[in-house]
């Protein structure tokens, strides 16, 4: 089936460094893919939706300049958390529709777990 | 904007018992899933209802959509310790391309 990987799992980083997850789709294409962030002990919130080869569309009051998406291909985006601080701490998953396959079912990556220290 | 109501918050049943969680939209929904999650981990996809007065079932688990398709339910049958995790209905805010707006969540724990 349909399966969607996200890298890495985890990561530990700096205040004031860069962080980029990518989001894969590994057979299938997805000219769409979602982001989200989960705080601890909440519920998943839309960040923005990256779009293949052209800008995201980002949610209200998520910071696009904080946090960059970069669609470049048909089967990955990466999601670029710069100058992270650790209010930025969270679980982040993508997912990516698979318009082609079974419309009844979703495909969602592992999570990345980005604590910054 | 869409806003999703999930209650209880948090369920704490026997093993063996019954129980069935709520998802409340103030708007009709396109479509609502169903997922399961543990805390730190990637979310499970259990079913989507898109049709008023569908019912679906995965295993012990059945999800049943309102006529209006406002209202949907989520009832386990016979709870197991394997059922205990984090239960989320999710609505597509995107007329069908998967763009999904979360409810709060339930928290379901199963004593032995």
């Known amino acids: 089936g349909a399966v969607v990987s996200q890298h890495p799992s985890r990561v530990i980083c700096k205040s004031g460094t860069s962080v980029k997850i990518e989001c894969r789709s590994l057979?299938?294409?997805?000219?769409?893919m979602f982001w989200y962030r989960q705080f601890p002990k909440k519920s998943l919130m839309l960040m923005a939706t990256s779009n293949e080869g052209s800008k995201a569309t980002y949610e209200q009051g998520v910071e696009k300049d904080k946090f960059l998406i970069n669609h470049a291909s048909l089967t990955l985006s990466t999601l670029t958390v710069t100058s992270a601080h650790p209010e930025d701490s969270s679980f982040y998953i993508c997912?990516?529709?698979?318009?082609?396959?079974?419309?009844?079912?979703?495909?969602f990556g592992p999570g990345t777990r980005l604590t910054v220290l | 904007s869409q806003e999703l109501e999930q209650s209880p918050q948090s369920l704490i049943v026997q093993e063996g018992k019954n129980l069935t969680i709520n998802c409340t939209s103030s708007k009709t929904l396109y479509g609502l899933y169903w997922y399961k999650q543990k805390y730190g981990e990637g979310l499970i996809f259990l079913m989507m209802l898109q049709k008023g007065g569908e019912e679906k079932s995965h295993e012990k688990i059945t999800a049943k959509l309102d006529e209006k398709k406002q209202q949907s339910s989520l009832h386990i049958t016979a709870s197991q310790p394997s059922h205990a995790g984090i239960y989320l209905c999710g609505a597509d805010k995107s007329g069908g391309y998967q763009k999904v707006t979360f409810g709060i969540g339930t928290k379901l724990q199963v004593i032995p």
């Open positions: 057979d299938f294409q997805a000219t769409t």
């Open positions: 997912s990516a529709p698979h318009l082609a396959g079974d419309p009844d079912t979703q495909y």
